[in-house]
């Protein structure tokens, strides 16, 4: 029996029983239960500042026919709540003699991640030594460091999917993640470093065995390299992107365009371009839930798809769109396994996982080599995409200058500006050294907001917009 319905007063039979009628006249739709728990722990300036627990059950049921939905949710799981809940779905979808019911979601045994519970793992207190030692460790490792800032984030969720004709999905996700940010300041000049890290396991994955102060030593390595930089140049230049996170790029500019609502809509730049040469011969683009542990990556996606390694552009031609259930059936091709939602308040829309630009054969070394003027970009902060076009604005948090094929100083300021469709045909290099990020990525869209991961290898952009202040 389902822990849902441990203290509710309708049985996991019934519940079934209901979201069978319910949707036995529609195209598709489920009733997505979960429950979840999370924790975060930020020590700042020495002090723990703050601490937060919170806990959150629930269902979203949701019917679907042809390309209207109806969605109802509630943090109350009881006989009341799931009946005023097919009611309203009922009144709300109008399916007739046209309906086309649409098969449930193969299954498979793969398990992506441990069923563990990084909260309940490691004691709080243990948690919060572990935030002191770190700041102690950082503060004695320079002495110009002149605030620490550390966080903890945890979370466990539990889902059950219940489709008609009594067919279940179930799936418990860990997350974890680990952030440390420093301020330097040196001959009156201050500057920043930051560094995290994280994805679907336990805690001591990350925090066992001193691993932590590999991500400490980042924090302050990108902080003095800040303190040494100059102000950036502007214009038209070849930048470098390196590998791993530069990849956020990539997701944002071109991701989201290739998300399969989008497309049916015809709001995206790509929508008729399937099978179309759309960049470089050297660029092959792919979406993977499947990588072990990862923090976009999902064994099952929240309609009860099981995860895949879905090629969205092969050696420049655009081959694919990531799908849910509802946008496949209306563009006549399968689920992918992206149907994601925040949580159970949400209902499902074509979404990322751990998207990346796969392998070249091509080093970094002889891409700076062929750059006489240029940017090495190695990590980005903030950013803005408009989807419909592409077009995007990247601030760099550590950026080199590249001058006669030799990377030179560190800049400050860098901003690259640019359309995602229009880079693609001007990456002329792709690197052997694929990376993905180390497990820090949010997506956000229509206002939900889920784990993501990025990644490629290092690439060089023949042409590309740099704003800087040294004009």
Same mark, same amino acid.
């Given at each position: ?83 005023? /809940?097919?009611? *309203? !779905?009922? +009144?709300?979808?109008? &399916?007739?003699?046209?309906? $086309?019911?649409?098969? #449930? =979601? ?116 990108? /902080?003095?390299? *800040? !303190?040494? +930089?100059?102000?950036? &140049?502007?214009?038209?230049? $070849?930048?470098?992107? #390196? =590998? ?228």
């Amino acid at each position: 029996m389902s822990d849902f319905f441990n203290n509710s007063d309708i049985s996991q039979q019934q519940t079934e029983q209901l979201v069978s009628e319910t949707l036995n006249k529609c195209d598709d739709g489920e009733l997505f239960l979960e429950n979840s728990k999370s924790e975060s722990l930020l020590l700042d300036d020495g002090k723990i500042k703050n601490t937060s627990f919170d806990t959150s059950i629930g269902f979203g049921f949701r019917a679907v026919h042809e390309d209207k939905t109806a969605f109802c949710h509630s943090n109350i799981i009881s006989k009341k709540s799931l009946n005023d /809940a097919a009611k *309203n !779905l009922g +009144s709300n979808i109008s &399916p007739n003699s046209q309906t $086309k019911k649409q098969s #449930g =979601p193969k299954r498979t045994n793969v398990k992506l991640y441990e069923d563990t519970d990084p909260i309940e793992n490691k004691p709080f207190e243990e948690k919060v030594q572990l935030l002191k030692k770190i700041d102690d460790y950082i503060r004695k490792k320079n002495h110009n460091i002149k605030q620490v800032t550390a966080s903890f984030f945890g979370e466990h969720q539990s889902i059950e999917i219940i489709k008609s004709e009594n067919r279940i999905y179930k799936d418990q996700r860990p997350l974890v993640r680990f952030n440390v940010s420093v301020m330097m300041e040196k001959n009156g000049k201050q500057e920043t470093g930051s560094y995290g890290t994280g994805g679907r396991m336990d805690y001591e994955n990350y925090l066992g065995k001193d691993n932590w102060k590999l991500i400490c030593d980042e924090a302050i390595r990108q /902080a003095e390299v *800040n !303190l040494e +930089s100059k102000p950036a &140049p502007a214009g038209e230049m $070849k930048v470098v992107l #390196g =590998p791993g996170w530069p990849g956020i790029i990539l997701h944002e500019a071109i991701g989201h365009g290739l998300e399969g609502d989008f497309n049916r809509k015809k709001t995206s730049a790509f929508h008729n371009l399937i099978g179309q040469k759309i960049a470089n011969e050297n660029v092959t683009v792919v979406d993977d839930g499947t990588i072990a542990s990862r923090r976009g990556s999902l064994t099952i996606d929240d309609e009860g798809t099981p995860s895949a390694r879905n090629v969205l552009i092969e050696n420049g031609i655009l081959k694919n769109f990531m799908q849910d259930r509802m946008n496949a059936k209306l563009m006549k091709v399968e689920p992918t396994g992206n149907g994601r939602r925040e949580s159970f308040e949400y209902a499902p829309m074509p979404r990322m996982t751990n998207t990346f630009m796969v392998n070249g054969n091509h080093t970094q070394e002889e891409m700076i080599k062929s750059v006489d003027k240029g940017i090495y970009a190695v990590s980005f902060g903030g950013g803005q995409v408009d989807i419909t076009n592409g077009k995007f604005v990247f601030s760099c948090t550590e950026a080199y200058e590249i001058s006669n094929g030799k990377i030179g100083s560190p800049l400050k300021g860098v901003t690259l500006i640019g359309n995602g469709p229009d880079i693609l045909t001007k990456v002329s290099m792709v690197g052997n050294d694929m990376k993905l990020d180390p497990g820090i990525g949010t997506c956000g869209k229509n206002g939900q907001w889920v784990p993501v991961g990025v990644g490629q290898p290092s690439i060089l952009v023949n042409q590309i917009t740099v704003g800087g202040t040294n004009i």
